[in-house]
């Protein structure tokens, strides 16, 4: 875990009008979702290789009477992950079917992270 914030980026699906003005006014062709520093260490603690009641131990060692009660908010914020797309619900652990590492666009349709957002080189 790095303990850094973690930025979740996806494509913005527009049609129609929406679409035209987004063209015209150089709308962003993507959405952020900056996530607090609970989800964005659930987010990473959510890589296939830890159950849920290693997670939730993990998560309640580090954020103590902040996440009470543990099981209960992690079910939540999975569950939100889940009813975004943002996740998938596994009864066994990954094995490498699955790329999980920071930066990969399973859809093919983001550009790089632009300069702005300032990320580590060690993340390139």
Same mark, same amino acid.
């Not at 790095?2 to 929406?18: A, D, F, M, N, Y």
């Not at 150089?26 to 997670?55: H, Q, V």
């Not at 998560?59 to 998938?88: C, N, Q």
């Given at each position: 875990?790095?303990?850094?914030?973690?930025?979740? @980026?996806h &494509? !913005?699906? =527009?049609?129609?009008l929406?679409?035209?003005?987004? /063209?015209? +006014? @150089?709308? &962003? !062709?993507? =959405?952020?979702?900056?996530?607090?520093?609970?989800? /964005?260490? +659930?987010?990473?603690?959510?890589?296939?290789?830890?159950?849920?009641?290693?997670?939730?131990s993990?998560?309640?060692?580090?954020?103590?009477?902040?996440?009470?009660?543990?099981?209960?908010?992690?079910?939540?914020?999975?569950?939100?992950?889940?009813?975004?797309?943002?996740?998938?619900?596994?009864?066994?652990?990954?094995?490498?079917?699955?790329?999980?590492?920071?930066?990969?666009?399973?859809?093919?349709?983001l550009?790089?992270?632009n300069?702005?957002?300032?990320?580590?080189?060690?993340?390139?």
């Amino acid at each position: 875990m790095t303990g850094k914030q973690i930025v979740i @980026r996806h &494509p !913005k699906t =527009l049609s129609g009008l929406e679409a035209i003005l987004a /063209s015209i +006014l @150089r709308g &962003p !062709k993507e =959405l952020r979702r900056p996530l607090d520093d609970m989800n /964005s260490m +659930l987010w990473e603690l959510m890589d296939g290789s830890n159950d849920f009641s290693t997670i939730c131990s993990l998560m309640d060692s580090t954020f103590h009477e902040r996440i009470a009660p543990v099981e209960e908010r992690v079910r939540a914020s999975i569950a939100k992950f889940y009813s975004l797309g943002l996740a998938v619900i596994r009864q066994s652990p990954l094995s490498n079917e699955w790329n999980v590492s920071a930066r990969f666009d399973p859809t093919g349709v983001l550009e790089p992270p632009n300069e702005k957002l300032e990320l580590d080189p060690e993340e390139e």
